[in-house]
């Protein structure tokens, strides 16, 4: 969907460097996710986010830290890679159906291909 | 959220429908039937959802059985295209947690 951008796209880097994974949407909605899927696997839940001020762990948090800059913009951050996390990761971003009390729709984006050697 | 039960794989004729089942005997009251599917590492997309009617847009037909306990995803007139992942999901209404929990899916292959 192009209402959520992600970048880099591909990235390939080294064990203990730090690495920024960005998303963007202009889908004007309040809450976003990182995820990440491996092979053969589903997709696990990093961090959520339902507004500027709410952040919240997923599943598998350890390893990654986020940052909600604006209601548009949610980075990961992987504060020292380690090949284990060589994956790919999906931003997504929902808002609630106009019943409001209905469970929301996420839409994604592309996904960044993150390889740790 | 209730968990899912899906074929890992099935196929289709360019043409015909692709009817895709899902088992959620554990499901709730207040919890809905989510599709998704995902082309090959591409986003996942949503397709459609539903609570207990049976329910249609542009891309998908959802069927649910009266006990809400299974449910199937009816592609009307697949097409190459729809070769994909298909997820299966069931999610609390007005759930604070905000998660999707995604399975293995069904690969869908259609063939010319």
């Known amino acids: 969907d192009a209402d959520v951008t992600q970048t880099p796209r591909n990235r390939i880097t080294k064990t203990g460097k730090r690495i920024m994974l960005e998303c963007s949407q202009t889908?004007?909605?309040?809450?976003m996710y990182w995820y990440r899927q491996d092979p053969g696997l589903g997709l696990r839940l990093i961090y959520y986010?339902?507004?500027?001020?709410?952040?919240n762990k997923g599943e598998i948090s350890d390893g990654y830290s986020v940052s909600r800059q604006a209601q548009a913009k949610f980075s990961l951050s992987l504060e020292s890679a380690i090949p284990n996390q060589t994956a790919l990761y999906f931003c997504?971003?929902?808002?609630?159906?106009?019943?409001?009390?209905?469970?929301?729709?996420?839409?994604f984006g592309p996904g960044t291909r993150l390889t740790v050697l | 959220d209730a968990k899912t039960t899906q074929p890992t794989s099935m196929d289709c004729a360019e043409g015909r429908a692709a009817n895709l089942p899902c088992n959620h005997s554990?499901?709730?009251?207040?919890?809905?039937v989510y599709w998704y599917r995902q082309i090959h590492s591409q986003g996942p997309q949503y397709i459609i959802h539903?609570?207990?009617n049976n329910e249609t847009n542009e891309m998908a037909s959802l069927i649910i059985t009266e006990d809400r306990k299974s449910s199937t995803l009816i592609l009307p007139h697949a097409t190459l295209r729809d070769t994909a992942v298909y997820y299966c999901i069931v999610r609390n209404r007005g759930s604070t947690l905000g998660r999707l929990y995604f399975g293995r899916g069904t690969q869908l292959t259609v063939w010319p």
């Open positions: 539903g609570l207990k």
């Open positions: 554990t499901i709730s009251g207040n919890e809905y």
């Open positions: 997504a971003t929902s808002a609630l159906d106009p019943g409001g009390a209905v469970a929301d729709t996420q839409y």
């Open positions: 986010s339902f507004d500027v001020k709410d952040i």
């Open positions: 889908k004007g909605h309040d809450r």
